[in-house]
């Protein structure tokens, strides 16, 4: 966002083959574009710098652990895929800390919000791992030593579930996190390989996805009933979740608790 600043388009104009810029307020939770962009980018310039970067980077660098072949080729540049980004700034007292999302292709992104690079595995791992991040289980966690930002230096020793590829709660966590961040033609490729219905979801359904997807993560973690409500009683300091009362939303994702095996206290 500074050394590079000089490369964008901050005039708010959006000239022809430009990218959009995404900032932190771009993305949120199940929301993969705002339209508030940090600035725009011609394309080409883009992906010069991207892959200069790339072709410089250490062997301490995720890129290292890919082959030469793969970081040689422009066609293989991440930011020519969707990718799952989260904001950097995050403080424990917002409504959320950490706000993650699956981010469309052809795009760039600011320092501020990083991306996942993947460097095994698939769309479905993708799926899986934005599925976690979203949820209130690990929003909670990530309350108890997040003040001000959300970096890799925290983020990579935060415990994520490690089921089975063939694990059913893995297998529905996928199927409901890939089916909420597939919501335009721009991931129909991404949802294809993932194996979900791409395309918007009604507020309703899209809220039901949420209370099932709360409730599979919850068991993934291997909590208890009387845990679950003390991380929905204790998530936010009004007493709300995601703005609803905590109990409401407690109960509701208890519904799906116990239809996935979960016993109710």
């Not at 109960?251 to 206290?265: D, I, R, S, T």
Request: negative net charge; hydrophobic residues 40%.
């Amino acid at each position: 966002a500074t050394n590079d600043r000089r490369r964008m388009i901050v005039d708010g104009s959006s000239p022809a083959n430009s990218w959009p810029v995404f900032g932190g307020q771009s993305f949120d939770n199940w929301n993969n574009d705002s339209a508030s962009y940090f600035a725009y980018i011609d394309s080409e310039i883009a992906m010069q710098l991207f892959q200069n970067k790339r072709l410089r980077a250490n062997r301490n660098s995720a890129f290292s652990e890919l082959p030469v072949q793969w970081r040689e080729d422009r066609n293989t540049l991440p930011c020519l895929f969707p990718r799952v980004a989260f904001r950097d700034v995050a403080r424990a007292t917002d409504t959320r800390t950490c706000r993650a999302a699956l981010l469309p292709s052809n795009i760039a992104i600011v320092n501020n919000s990083p991306y996942l690079l993947r460097i095994r595995g698939d769309q479905s791992d993708e799926a899986f791992i934005l599925g976690i991040f979203c949820s209130i289980p690990f929003d909670w966690y990530c309350r108890r030593y997040i003040e001000m930002h959300l970096n890799f230096f925290l983020l990579y020793p935060f415990p994520i579930p490690r089921p089975d590829s063939d694990d059913e709660l893995r297998t529905r966590a996928v199927e409901l996190s890939g089916r909420l961040a597939a919501q335009d033609e721009r991931f129909t490729e991404w949802a294809q390989a993932v194996g979900v219905d791409c395309g918007p979801i009604g507020d309703d359904a899209k809220r039901e996805m949420i209370m099932e997807l709360d409730a599979v993560v919850s068991l993934l973690y291997g909590l208890s009933a009387n845990q679950l409500r003390a991380i929905y009683r204790t998530f936010h300091h009004d007493g709300t979740v995601d703005g609803e009362p905590w109990e409401e939303r407690f109960n509701a994702v208890m519904v799906y608790y116990a239809q996935h095996g979960g016993v109710v206290e």
